[in-house]
């Protein structure tokens, strides 16, 4: 599927978003989903669903991003309760959830 320049899909970061730093080190279900037409680049001004990549107070802050951690904070007790089968849904969950918004937001 289409990703951001790492190769990396919305839900994977979602994915990632939820585990400890323990379990990062683990290795990742692959999502399998195919996103087409929804990684937009080059984004000038980033509103406010929008949650974006990087380090800082800047990223830290951003409105989108502190609504992104809340959700998946969320969701964090059921995904660690859960088999290992179920766990890409609750990456699908919170990327469906942040698409969802109006206007969508944007990884």
Do not use: W
Not at 62 to 67: D, T
């Amino acid at each position: 599927g289409k990703g951001t320049k790492t190769g990396l899909t919305p839900e994977f970061v979602a994915e990632r978003a939820i585990l400890s730093t323990k379990q990062r080190s683990q290795r990742f279900v692959n999502m399998g989903e195919n996103i087409q037409n929804e990684q937009l680049r080059d984004i000038v001004t980033p509103h406010a669903h929008d949650v974006l990549s990087g380090r800082g107070n800047f990223v830290n802050h951003h409105v989108g991003n502190e609504s992104f951690r809340s959700l998946v904070n969320r969701h964090k007790k059921a995904y660690v309760a859960c088999p290992k089968a179920q766990k890409p849904n609750f990456s699908k969950l919170i990327y469906d959830e942040i698409r969802s918004k109006n206007p969508p937001g944007r990884f």
